[in-house]
């Protein structure tokens, strides 16, 4: 192929069923750039390879593809991150392994955007805003929620209430994903890399939800 003709190429060659998430992502870009009001679907179509005419084909209106992608993207990447998880591993390790997996996931610049669009847009859809929270925070804690749930039947982690547990696992992990997108405006984190960040994360969680040691007698005073 000649080089002005990968010049010219679309910037993405997917097959005709992968075009909903080709656009999806397109939107992301455009979406996350000029936000919604000024956002436009020749921009989109043009970031995704495709005529105008074929979104159309998917979403009705700017507002459902705004919509989907709000839905589709972050569910998409809990779905891989969840595919991840061992089935052979220990409680304790398939902690880990979430942990670790949704920190790659919340440091990529696609987390960024979507959380910031959510943040300056969600407000005008409440009904997508109520299954948003069903489908991607609920969805994540939920996971959490039965590891922790495998754990306290194997004995590795204390018996307390596995969504709320779920809950606070998620919630930490995701505003350090947060914190760590601006660390340079953030002094507690300025000087911390991600790997740093994260076994913080990782050692804080295990430690919060795991069997408290009995005391011993010299430990006992009576």
């Known amino acids: ?22 656009i999806l992502d397109a939107a992301l870009e455009v979406f996350g750039e000029r936000g919604l009001a000024a956002a436009r679907l020749e921009d989109i179509a043009r ?18 593809l705004f919509c989907e992608m709000i839905r589709e993207i972050p569910s998409r990447h809990i779905a ?11 409680a304790r390790e398939q902690l880990r392994q979430y942990l670790r997996n949704s920190w790659d996931y919340v440091r990529t610049p696609s987390f960024e955007i979507l959380y910031r669009l959510i943040l300056s847009e969600l407000h005008h859809f409440p009904d997508l805003y109520e299954q948003f929270i069903e489908e991607v925070p609920m969805r994540s804690m939920r996971i959490l929620g039965d590891i922790v749930k495998r754990g306290i039947a194997s004995g590795e982690f204390r018996d307390i209430d596995p969504l709320a547990a779920g809950r606070m696992l ?28 994260l076994d913080q994360l990782v050692d804080f969680c295990l430690h919060a939800i795991g069997q408290v040691p009995v005391p011993t007698a010299s430990h006992v005073h009576t």
């Open 1 to 22: 192929m000649s080089e002005s003709a990968e010049t010219n190429a679309p910037r993405w060659r997917r097959l005709p069923g992968e075009r909903p998430r080709q």
């Open 47 to 64: 970031s995704a390879g495709v005529s105008k005419g074929t979104i159309y084909l998917y979403f009705p209106n700017k507002e459902a």
């Open 80 to 90: 891989s991150v969840e595919a991840m998880i061992s089935e052979d591993a220990s």
């Open 170 to 197: 998620h919630s930490v992990l995701f505003i350090h994903g947060v914190w760590a997108a601006k660390r340079a405006r953030i002094p507690f984190m300025r000087d911390l890399s991600d790997n740093q960040v």
